[in-house]
């Protein structure tokens, strides 16, 4: 499970900022194993996506109701190496966004 760092609900968008670092250590596992468990090739394609360059990430979701993601299609992703620039990039999200609201995009 990937460790919640900001979340912010706005009026049309819900904008989540998580340390990824668990998804990049089994990307990496998986990575290793897979050979040895499935010779012939993992048919897998989730295992397939890789944040193994950064360890944070900010994600924007619909929400329709104002209280958390109304679906789970991401509108919007950016991704961190560090837990400073994950907060900075994660106000500039939340900026966008709110900007986006009243342009009524």
């Known amino acids: ?14 904008v989540s900022t998580v340390d990824i670092t668990f ?6 596992f998986i990575e290793k194993v897979a050979p040895i468990l499935a010779p012939e ?3 897998n394609p989730g295992a ?14 619909p929400s329709d109701d104002g209280d958390g ?5 991401e509108l919007d992703c950016e ?4 837990l400073n620039e994950a907060k900075a990039g994660h ?7 709110k900007e986006m609201d ?3 995009t």
């Open 79 to 82: 991704r961190y190496n560090d």
């Open 91 to 97: 106000q500039r999200m939340v900026d966008k966004w």
């Open 41 to 43: 090739g993992l048919d």
């Open 23 to 28: 998804t990049r250590f089994m990307d990496e």
């Open 1 to 14: 499970m990937n460790k919640v760092i900001e979340q912010t609900q706005l009026e049309k968008v819900w």
């Open 69 to 73: 993601p109304s679906d789970w299609e």
């Open 48 to 61: 397939q996506t890789k944040a193994t360059e950064f360890h944070y990430e900010t994600m924007v979701f």
């Open 102 to 104: 009243k342009v009524g």
